[in-house]
């Protein structure tokens, strides 16, 4: 409950700091979405995770995030994580979703193994059919991937 900064593999929410120096190299560091192709095996990564992956500074010096940065997309949100009186979250709240973390960790350990199990075994099918197409394969960031789908509709997105 300290705050503190703390160290994950991927972080975007409105806000994110980089050293530029990868983006100035030859060839410069860029953000990029999947091969298509993954598509096929209804397999999604997303640039936010990705761009770490490709860093090579990410090795060395890591992905943090502060929890102290907080961003609202609207008026109403930021009167909730930026309250005029108290903290947000209250000590209340940050115990209750430390414990709720615990619970989520511990309950659903057996389908967070199968979300992965797919993701896995769809991009060894993938690599595989690459391969044998002599395509380049590259995606190293397995845990950038979900099992989904998004697709393009008259108003938006839509994950499948």
Known sequence: MSNAPVPVKSCWNGITVFQADPFYRDPPL??????????????????CCLIHTDNE????????????????????????????????????????????????????????????????NRL????????????QVREEAPFCLINEMQVLVENGWAHL
Do not use: C
């Open 57 to 120: 500074l990410t090795a060395s010096r890591g992905v943090w995030l502060n929890p102290n940065v907080r961003v609202a997309y609207n008026a109403e949100a930021d009167k909730v994580i930026n309250p005029e009186t108290g903290s947000w979250p209250s000590k209340q709240e940050k115990l209750k979703g430390i414990w709720s973390n615990r619970w989520a960790r511990w309950t659903r350990f057996l389908s967070r193994f199968m979300e992965s199990y797919v993701v896995n």
């Open 30 to 47: 860029q953000f990029r979405g999947i091969q298509d192709s993954l598509a096929a095996h209804h397999l999604e990564g997303s640039e």
């Open 124 to 135: 060894r099918i993938w690599r595989y059919e690459v391969q044998k197409g002599t395509g």
